[in-house]
């Protein structure tokens, strides 16, 4: 069973920084390809993809309007997922998930469809104050 386990949330003002962590634990993370990544839900709004990344490989897919401000990455030693985000604006703030589908490489679609996505951590929630 996978379990996702996300931290490093918090409330900044416009132009700050954050980095938020995903621990994961029920499979080997090193050596099962697998697609991991970051999604956002603010209020009122659906679930929108932010970043998300290859476990094998590391290749990296952004949405636009998070492109230039954040980095997904990630430390196969510690089973851990990363999303450093810098020059954050008030539209970033939601909830933050943590989301990963094992034996599948990441493509383009990883970000428009979450719900290809099997596993899913909590949450933490980002506000951003003007």
């Known amino acids: 069973q996978v379990q996702l386990v996300e931290s490093g949330g918090g409330s900044v003002q416009n132009g700050g920084s954050l980095r938020l962590s995903c621990h994961a634990s029920g499979y080997t993370y090193t050596y099962t390809k697998s697609c991991m990544g970051w999604f956002r839900q603010a209020p009122g709004k659906e679930r929108a993809g932010v970043a998300v990344i290859n476990t094998v490989g590391s290749l990296t897919y952004y949405a636009d309007s998070v492109k230039g401000r954040f980095t997904i990455s990630q430390d196969n030693a510690k089973n851990t997922l990363y999303l450093q985000m810098n020059s954050l604006k008030p539209e970033d703030t939601g909830v933050y998930y943590c989301?990963?589908?094992?034996?599948?490489?990441?493509?383009?679609?990883?970000?428009?469809?979450?719900?290809?996505?099997?596993?899913w951590g909590q949450g933490t929630q980002v506000t951003v104050s003007s």
């Open positions: 989301a990963a589908r094992p034996g599948i490489d990441c493509n383009s679609a990883s970000l428009v469809w979450p719900t290809l996505f099997g596993y």
